[in-house]
């Protein structure tokens, strides 16, 4: 266990969107045993993200939104961003780590932006609130080395929802997606609750039970009787 080692956990933004969300025995035993089904991201979706990258680089913020403040997007920022040595509401150290799709650069702060793929919904930003939050507590609070904005002030995913296409001939189309800004406002203090509930669980000296409804842990459950 890498616990026993007293080494520090490092997560990734994305991972609170999804992993812990998931099957907390899954989970555990990614983060500390080192047991993980991996998965390829499909490249259609690679291919949104540089093209959604390149087209917003260096333009207006108000291109995503009139309600934003006046500034510069800056979406060719590639490096991973590190953040120092944090510590949850016990007490306990873990680092942060991971790459952003966007920030805009205003006047005197800055607003972290995250391309999203998906339907537009209001559930959308609850589900990426947590991953947000941890790119601004990154930036601001960021190992040597690591990309320093600050303050980082605003928050928020633009959706990008596909729509119809509207013209076709041999050899390409023209193919609509129907895009919505989602403000997300920060909160240090739920992200570090937040983060204390994934280390309790990331802390106990053994995994938690299986989830009935997690296909991973009934396939483990059909090979451990098979053998």
Not at 53 to 66: H, L, P, Q, R
Request: glycine share 4%; proline share 4%; net charge positive.
């Amino acid at each position: 266990s890498i616990l026993k080692n007293q080494n520090i956990i490092n997560y990734s933004p994305s991972e609170f969107a999804f992993d812990y969300k998931g099957c907390k025995k899954c989970y555990y035993d990614t983060k500390i045993n080192n047991i993980t089904l991996k998965t390829p991201f499909p490249g259609a979706f690679s291919k949104f993200d540089r093209e959604q990258k390149k087209y917003y680089n260096d333009k207006s913020s108000k291109i995503i939104s009139k309600d934003l403040e006046d500034g510069v997007i800056v979406s060719n920022y590639n490096k991973k961003l590190k953040s120092k040595i944090l510590y949850d509401k016990k007490k306990r150290p873990f680092t942060l780590g991971g790459f952003i799709d966007a920030y805009i650069d205003h006047k005197n702060s800055y607003t972290v932006v995250d391309f999203k793929t998906t339907t537009i919904s209001e559930e959308e930003p609850v589900k990426y609130k947590a991953q947000l939050q941890c790119y601004a507590m990154i930036m601001e609070n960021p190992a040597e080395g690591s990309l320093k904005l600050n303050p980082v002030k605003n928050l928020g995913i633009l959706c990008f929802d596909p729509g119809e296409i509207t013209q076709v001939n041999e050899t390409d189309c023209d193919f609509k997606m129907n895009t919505k800004w989602f403000n997300i406002n920060r909160d240090d203090d739920e992200l570090l609750s937040y983060i204390t509930e994934v280390q309790d669980l990331l802390h106990q000296t053994k995994a938690p039970p299986i989830t009935k409804s997690c296909k991973i842990c009934e396939f483990r459950e059909k090979i451990k009787h098979e053998k």
